[in-house]
């Protein structure tokens, strides 16, 4: 989808650890004041900078208080993003700052020429699937997450491997003794799905990737499925050090029992993008010759 809009409010979100990304923050905000583009701030970064009154607030509809987000760091920043903005459906710019950079669009060099780009409404945006997970215990839905990349059942590093009952809809397609199973969104593909097995798929397919941590079968592959299907996993262990965790940043403890059901989430991330490049030109450079 392409905008022609003007931009007149654009939301900064910097890595605060990274200390580039907080200093280019700080440039961006005085750099945007100058071409009369109000700049905000997300409320950690606002805090953080001692710019409180540039915070763009939690909740609410951010969509009223900013057209475009643009995020300084590398792919976590960006996950954090998506997370925090997706509901809200605001185009989200990746500007890199950090090693990957898989999922960023620009990296910092070219970031004010992208911004006047943006500003003049000269960029594409490209929707990406995300997935929502429900974890139930004892007949009650006790948690409820959202990620763009992958929602993760696992054990924890020193545990005996855990039994996982694993259905697609209604259907039972087995339990697996294995460490942990990925359940992956597109995008979420070439990341821990990846490293375990899975397969690559283009971003902008509608399917669900489940992938079994090290599994002590011969029967466990990886299945592609439809976006319209639901993966539960009932997890089985004889210890209490089971995880389910999203995009590797949120984490909540499991228990035997336990059942996680992840499907297609109601939302989207969007992303703005600048570039020409395919999904397997980036494919390419990023995973050849060890980049990733």
């Not at 650890?17 to 200093?23: D, Q, S």
């Not at 905000?40 to 001692?50: C, I, K, N, T, V």
Request: aromatic fraction near 6%.
């Amino acid at each position: 989808m392409t905008t022609k809009t003007r931009v007149t409010k654009i939301g900064l979100i910097p890595h605060l650890k990274k200390r580039e990304a907080v200093r280019s923050a700080r440039e961006i905000l005085d750099w945007l004041g100058e071409r009369g583009v109000k700049g905000l701030l997300d409320p950690r970064s606002a805090e953080a900078l001692g710019l409180p009154e540039l915070s763009f607030g939690e909740g609410g509809d951010l969509k009223k208080k900013m057209d475009v987000a643009v995020v300084l760091g590398g792919d976590g920043a960006l996950l954090y993003a998506a997370r925090m903005l997706s509901p809200s459906g605001l185009p989200v710019l990746g500007v890199n700052v950090g090693h990957l950079g898989f999922l960023t669009e620009i990296e910092l060099t070219e970031v004010y020429d992208s911004l006047e780009r943006v500003i003049n409404g000269d960029y594409e945006v490209e929707e990406r699937m995300m997935v929502a997970a429900t974890i139930r215990r004892h007949a009650k839905d006790v948690e409820k997450f959202t990620g763009l990349n992958d929602i993760v059942v696992t054990k924890g590093a020193f545990s005996r491997m855990i039994r996982l009952e694993t259905y697609i809809d209604d259907h039972h397609i087995g339990t697996y003794p294995a460490d942990g199973v990925i359940v992956a969104s597109p995008t979420g593909s070439t990341a821990y799905s990846l490293s375990a097995g899975g397969p690559i798929v283009n971003p902008r397919m509608d399917t669900l990737i489940i992938t079994f941590i090290c599994p002590h079968t011969l029967f466990a592959r990886a299945f592609v499925i439809s976006g319209s299907e639901t993966v539960r996993v009932v997890v089985h262990s004889s210890h209490d050090d089971v995880m389910v965790t999203v995009d590797g940043q949120l984490g909540y403890r499991l228990g035997d029992g336990d059942e996680v059901t992840i499907k297609k989430a109601g939302h989207k991330t969007r992303l703005v993008k600048l570039t020409s490049r395919s999904f397997y030109e980036v494919l390419k450079t990023k995973l050849s010759e060890g980049n990733i």
